[in-house]
T-cell receptor
Framework: AAGVIQSPRHLIKEKRETATLKCYPI?????VYWYQQGPGQDPQFLISFYEKMQSDKGSIPDRFSAQQFSDYHSELNMSSLELGDSALYFCASTRQTMNTEAFFGQGTRLTVV | AQTVTQSQPEMSVQEAETVTLSCTYD???????LFWYKQPPSRQMILVIRQEAYKQQNATENRFSVNFQKAAKSFSLKISDSQLGDTAMYFC??????????FGQGTELSVKP
């Protein structure tokens, strides 16, 4: 069965650069969630989208923005990167009418140097 | 606001024995879902077991079972016949009506031969 696809799997950026992370949800899933997991930390909710509209917002810095496109894939744009942005970024998807479980991608490991 | 607390940062168990991981949560909602996720060294987030709050019966999944005490807001995970492959970080998580997951701090489980 198709799973949530995240790209790239690994990304190395320098401070003050920009990064774009992509998430392709499971087919027919209409909701996407982004989480940030720092080293030794639990995942923290950043932002979510339902039917291309932002549905909830967590602890997402103003330097970050995200959107969901017509094909339901989502992109997380991160600007003016800081060393503290180094983390594993997870995307998860669900279908709102069957919102009983979140399916996770394998994550993008971002390293800022 | 919902919170999830795992009070055991680390635990160890001998292979083939049973171990219980604790989790408590706080919410004013009546309908919600609770999850245990496993995160092995690969850092992939793997669903172990799910519990619907409206169900009194404890969920079971092969060697994994939960003790769900809704009034006490407690949701512990029992792993029977522990295997070396069970070594991982385990996160307890609460899903609210909007589908957002709130994670506990995690419990690092080591299964020793």
């Amino acid at each position: 069965a198709a799973g949530v696809i995240q790209s790239p799997r690994h990304l190395i950026k320098e401070k003050r650069e920009t990064a774009t992370l992509k998430c392709y949800p499971i087919p027919r899933h209409d909701t996407v969630y982004w989480y940030q997991q720092g080293p030794g930390q639990d995942p923290q909710f950043l932002i979510s989208f339902y039917e291309k509209m932002q549905s909830d917002k967590g602890s997402i810095p103003d330097r970050f923005s995200a959107q969901q496109f017509s094909d339901y894939h989502s992109e997380l744009n991160m600007s003016s990167l800081e060393l503290g942005d180094s983390a594993l970024y997870f995307c998860a998807s669900t279908r709102q009418t069957m919102n009983t479980e979140a399916f996770f991608g394998q994550g993008t490991r971002l390293t800022v140097v | 606001a919902q919170t999830v607390t795992q009070s055991q940062p680390e635990m160890s168990v001998q292979e083939a024995e049973t171990v219980t991981l604790s989790c408590t949560y706080d919410t004013s909602e009546n309908n919600y879902y609770l999850f245990w996720y496993k995160q092995p060294p690969s850092r992939q987030m793997i669903l172990v077991i799910r519990q619907e709050a409206y169900k009194q019966q404890n969920a079971t999944e092969n060697r994994f079972s939960v003790n769900f005490q809704k009034a006490a807001k407690s949701f512990s995970l029992k792993i029977s016949d522990s295997q070396l492959g069970d070594t991982a970080m385990y996160f307890c998580a609460f899903m609210n009506q909007g589908g957002k997951l709130i994670f506990g701090q995690g419990t690092e489980l080591s299964v020793k031969p």
